[in-house]
């Protein structure tokens, strides 16, 4: 009952959002608040030297974000969002907590090592695109930067012997992440980069060299108004 009323409230949304479009003027003051959804290829960056690229491994996300004009013909805005991203990590880094620290190292005997987590978004945005008041298919550009705030992360192995172990919310997790981004493309269909500037563990060594690993996402993003 709960998705159909969601459902429900979102058409009657999105139709008395397209009305009041309908109602503008060209040379009309507007703003693009949208829904946005993205799936990403994902890949671990900035490795140790003794851990391999990750394997395949993916990003998806989802949130809204809001539109403030900066110049009359609207073409220019920022934009600020809320949204929640999930990350699947097919990874080579072996990751332990133990005694409440957290342990890094290399075990190729691993069967399949996994790394999971679960963010919420903060995409700040500057924009520009073709688009008029009463224009909905139009080249866009947005760039800008997403902080993530983590809610849950875990860490999870099988070793040569089929034993299999779970570490939930690691105290070396960098709980706050941040990263560049930049969405280019037309109508719906529009490329997304997410360049991770900060790691994703905190003061984490491996055989005395620094564990510097971030994450970079490429892959598609689509807007809804």
Do not use: C
């Not at 990350?87 to 957290?102: A, Q, R, S, W």
């Not at 089929?162 to 109508?187: H, P, R």
């Amino acid at each position: 009952m709960k998705h159909i009323l969601f459902v429900v409230f979102l058409l009657f949304y999105t139709s008395n959002f397209l009305a009041q479009k309908d109602s503008l003027q060209l040379g009309d003051r507007y703003a693009e608040d949208q829904i946005y959804v993205s799936i990403s290829f994902s890949q671990l960056n900035d490795q140790p030297s003794l851990i391999s690229k990750s394997s395949f491994s993916y990003s998806l996300s989802t949130g809204f974000i809001k539109d403030f004009i900066l110049n009359k013909s609207g073409n220019i805005s920022f934009a600020a969002g809320l949204g929640y991203g999930y990350d699947f990590f097919n990874h080579k880094l072996k990751v332990e907590e133990i005694n409440g620290k957290t342990s890094f190292s290399s075990d190729n005997t691993i069967n399949s090592n996994f790394y999971k987590s679960h963010n919420i978004e903060f995409p700040l945005e500057l924009r520009w695109r073709t688009s008029t008041a009463n224009k909905y298919s139009f080249w866009r550009v947005y760039t800008g930067i997403k902080f993530l705030y983590n809610v849950s992360n875990s860490f999870q192995f099988e070793d040569a012997n089929n034993n299999q172990f779970n570490y939930n919310n690691v105290t070396a997790y960098n709980k706050l992440q941040y990263g560049l981004t930049i969405s280019a493309g037309y109508d719906e269909f529009n490329m997304n980069v997410f360049y991770g500037l900060s790691p994703i563990f905190k003061d984490a060594v491996i055989n005395s060299e620094a564990v510097n690993t971030k994450i970079l996402k490429f892959g598609l993003i689509f807007y809804f108004l």
